[in-house]
């Protein structure tokens, strides 16, 4: 089969498309011939070994996929031959067919596109457990969305909306502050005068949750615009800089900063985790919200795929397609 090979921790430029042997199967797994595969900006620091996670290399990466089932092994009952399916395999996205475990495995609607599928894993699982669980985001409360065009930002927009808050996108151009408003936003603006602009939006209140997937400059501006009890999500550094956090700004405010980590959620919390993907298909299916998937490329552009989202070219979720 074809699939997308780090031979080698390196530049993104050097994964190969290519011939590699199929997997076997297992008795607790089943075999899917991938239709989609989400692509997630930690694929490409994985390739460069920039990852907290560091897989033996050669590894073929992709994390999310969706496709029809055309093996089942001895031990399965739940699926058979020809589900349609989407899965979480951590590895080996990036190919023509993967085999994963039973428990990664959901069934998914006739109704949901297999493109979709794939967003509502990573992006919209990310973006739901950062506002329900983490942030505890109640109705009526201000929200404000970094990287607000992004995969998870997009996410977070329509999850935010649909638990009644007020949503403010934050995005670096006009044309990503328009996506964002047709997903949903009340308002979007730039990141210039970004602490004063927040003031005047809140009535001088400050913000009560904030969700910041991008981090650097913007996440020190952004802990300056909290409210009391606010709460400011911490879910990942697009800009590739970890921030610091001067923590006298959350005493003298009485905020929290709270870690988001959606794939130890999903490892360690399994049953909640599965009740919130639930969730998340039953808003899809009452129309509540709607994945933005309109750019899908050949599996082969991987590379250059990989390039453009980590170069803040992203809007919503790209698909590859084997
Ligand atoms: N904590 C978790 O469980 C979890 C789960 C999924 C993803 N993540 C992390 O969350 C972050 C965002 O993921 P995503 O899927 O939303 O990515 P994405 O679709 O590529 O969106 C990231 C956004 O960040 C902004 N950005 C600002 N500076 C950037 C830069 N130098 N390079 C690239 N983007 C920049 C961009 O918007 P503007 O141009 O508008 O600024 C971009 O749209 C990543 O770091 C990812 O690893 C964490």
């Known amino acids: 089969m074809k699939a997308i090979v780090c031979n080698n921790f390196g530049p993104i430029k050097n994964i190969e498309y290519k011939d590699v042997n199929e997997h076997k199967i297992e008795e607790n797994s089943v ?15 994985l390739v460069q070994g920039k990852y907290q996670l560091k897989p033996e290399t050669p590894f073929i990466p992709g994390m999310e996929v969706a496709g029809v089932i ?40 006739l109704k949901m596109s297999f493109d979709h599928s794939c967003a509502l894993l990573c992006a919209y699982g990310t973006s739901h457990y950062a506002l329900k669980q983490r942030g505890k985001l ?64 809140s009535n001088g209140k400050g ?21 009391r009890n606010g709460r400011l999500l911490v879910i990942g550094f697009a800009s590739g800089t970890i921030p610091k956090l001067a923590v006298n700004l959350a005493l003298v405010k009485e905020f929290s900063v709270v870690g988001v980590f959606w794939g130890a959620f999903t490892r360690s919390d399994t049953e909640e985790y599965k009740k919130n993907m639930i969730e998340l298909f039953e808003w899809y299916q009452n129309d509540l919200l709607k994945p933005l998937t309109e750019e899908s490329y050949p599996l082969s552009d991987a590379a250059m795929v990989l390039e453009k989202v980590l170069s803040r070219g992203a809007k919503g979720k790209i698909i590859l397609k084997p």
Request: net charge negative; proline share 2%; aromatic share 4%.
């Open 138 to 201: 109640q109705k009526d409360e201000l929200l404000v969305v970094l990287g607000a065009s992004g995969s998870t930002g997009i996410a977070a927009i329509q999850i935010g909306k649909i638990m009644g808050a007020r949503v403010i996108a934050v995005a670096s151009t006009s044309e990503k502050q328009r996506i964002a408003e047709e997903n949903g936003a009340d308002i979007s603006i730039g990141y210039d005068n970004l602490k004063e602009e927040l003031k005047t939006i």
């Open 31 to 45: 075999i899917i011939d991938v239709q989609s595969v989400g692509v997630n900006f930690p694929d490409g620091l």
């Open 70 to 109: 055309i093996e089942i092994g001895s031990n399965i009952s739940k699926f058979k031959i020809g589900d349609r399916v989407a899965a979480l395999t951590q590895l080996n996205g990036y190919a023509e067919k993967v085999v994963v475990k039973e428990s990664s495995v959901f069934n998914i609607p």
């Open 207 to 227: 913000v009560d949750v904030i969700f910041d997937p991008v981090g650097g400059d913007i996440f020190d501006t952004v802990a300056r615009t909290m409210a």
